[in-house]
C-alpha cells in the first residue's frame, strides 16, 4: 500500500533522516551552557559514589553533560537515538561512551548504573512510562534518576515554552495541542525547531512522581528539597518550603520541570 503524504514536498514519516539531520544541526547551532555542577552535588548529596557510572539519556550531539560529570569525576556514558547526533557526539566523548539507542530500550544490563540522567527528553519519547521502567531497571538499588522535563504550569510573561514557538503553548487544551503536533509534522517543522520528535508529553511535579511510582520508584525530590543547607534567599526559601507543603506545592508550580526519583535500596 503506497504512502500518500498529508502536505505537498514534505512528511516527517518520508523525510524522516532529513528532519533530523536539520533538527541536530538546530539544536547544535542554538544549545545553551548548563550549570551541570548542581546536579552533581545533588546526586553525591542522594547516595551516588563520587566516581559513580552515570548514563545521559538523549544527550545530543554536543553531549555537554557528559563532558562535565566526566570532568566532575564520574564514569559517564551517554545515549542518543538519532544517528546523526550521535556521530556526532561520539567525536566529543569517543565511541566506547556513547549508546546508539532510544530511552524505552536501553542497551545496558540490570543494575548496572548508579545514576541516570534524563534531561529535555522524556517531553519527546513515545512512551514515558516505558522509558522510565527502563531507567530503574538498569539503576543499581539505591540508584537515582534525575528527570529535567517540560513543566506544564509554568508561566512567562512572553509565553515563552521551550518547546514550540507558540506563545502559551504549555496552556492549551490537550485536543489544541494535537492540532499543533500535526501542523509541525506534516506542514511547517520550524514550530518545533525541526526535531522529528516535538514535546507530546506535559508534566507537573506531582504528574512525575506518579510516573515514578509506577515503574517502582520510592522517594522523589526536587531541587528545593536538596539545598535547606543553602544560605540567602534560596536556603531561607527551602526552609519554610520543608515545613510548609502549601508552599512548597506554589513553589513547584514553577519550578515543578526537575525531579530526582530515588530507587529503593537492596
Not at 109 to 116: G, N
Not at 216 to 238: I, K, T
Not at 241 to 258: D, K, M
Request: glycine share 10%; net charge neutral; with cysteine.
Amino acid at each position: 500500500m503506497s504512502f500518500v503524504p498529508l502536505a505537498r514536498g514534505f512528511d516527517v514519516r518520508t523525510d524522516q533522516r532529513s528532519l533530523e539531520d536539520r533538527g541536530a544541526a538546530h539544536f547544535a547551532e542554538h544549545q545553551t551552557a548548563k550549570d551541570w555542577a548542581p546536579l552533581a552535588g545533588y546526586l553525591r548529596q542522594l547516595g551516588v559514589p563520587s566516581d559513580g557510572r552515570v548514563l545521559v539519556v538523549g544527550c545530543g550531539p554536543k553531549p555537554a553533560a557528559v563532558e562535565e560529570l566526566l570532568r566532575m569525576g564520574f564514569d559517564a556514558f551517554g545515549l542518543e537515538p538519532v544517528p546523526g547526533s550521535y556521530e556526532s557526539a561520539c567525536q566529543h566523548v569517543g565511541t566506547e561512551r556513547m549508546y546508539l539507542a532510544g530511552a524505552e530500550a536501553l542497551p545496558a544490563a540490570a543494575e548496572s548504573f548508579d545514576a541516570v540522567v534524563v534531561h529535555s527528553v522524556l517531553e519527546h519519547v513515545d512512551s514515558p512510562e516505558l522509558s522510565m521502567s527502563e531507567a530503574y531497571r538498569v539503576l543499581k538499588p539505591g540508584g537515582v534518576a534525575y528527570v529535567g522535563t517540560t513543566n506544564r504550569y509554568k508561566f512567562s510573561l512572553k509565553g515563552g515554552n521551550g518547546e514550540f514557538r507558540i506563545p502559551y503553548y504549555n496552556w492549551f487544551p490537550a485536543l489544541v495541542k494535537e492540532g499543533y503536533i500535526l501542523r509541525h509534522l506534516h506542514y511547517d517543522p520550524s514550530l518545533a525547531a525541526y526535531t522529528p520528535r516535538p514535546a507530546v508529553h506535559w508534566f507537573s511535579f506531582s504528574d512525575l512522581c506518579k510516573l515514578g511510582r509506577r515503574v517502582g520508584f520510592a522517594w522523589f525530590y526536587a531541587s528545593v528539597d536538596l539545598m535547606h543547607d543553602r544560605s540567602g534567599v534560596a536556603g531561607v526559601v527551602a526552609r519554610v518550603c520543608r515545613w510548609s507543603p502549601w508552599l512548597r506545592a506554589a513553589v513547584l508550580t514553577q519550578l515543578g520541570g526537575g525531579i530526582y526519583m530515588v530507587k529503593r535500596p537492596a
